[in-house]
């Protein structure tokens, strides 16, 4: 089951809401997009946000934990598995294991963090640059 786990939460990484995620951030970082631009590319809205200080500067969607949770069942199903048989306590665990590995797979092979929230939504975040600090002591 661990590999079919696996196995799905590559595919869902290679869908839609990641690839606009990721032509988003090449966009921003070849200075197209700037902090408070928000740029829609399908039918995902992106926003290019600058943290508190002006050190970094990224791409985020935030998106329904639903959405992605029908993405992984979907996927769950051309993998052979039938969730819809599976008891809701089966269905919890599985998709507890499918966020592990998708947010591993994100950050491994995408450099894109998953964060929890706000309410029952995820956010998905990649860096566009990051100021390097200098200690000149």
Known sequence: MKDLIRKAAQLVSKEEIF?????ATLKARAGRLTPGE??????FELVVAEDDVGESVAVQIIEERSLVEDIAMAKARELGLAPEKWEE?????W????????RDNL???QDIETHQGPGENLTFEKAVYKQARYDFR
Request: aromatic share 14%; charged share 35%; no cysteine.
């Open 19 to 23: 690839r606009a995620l990721n032509y």
């Open 38 to 43: 928000i740029i829609r590319i399908g039918e």
């Open 89 to 93: 306590s089966e269905r919890i665990e």
């Open 95 to 102: 998709m507890a294991s499918f966020f592990i590995e998708l």
């Open 107 to 109: 950050r491994r092979w």
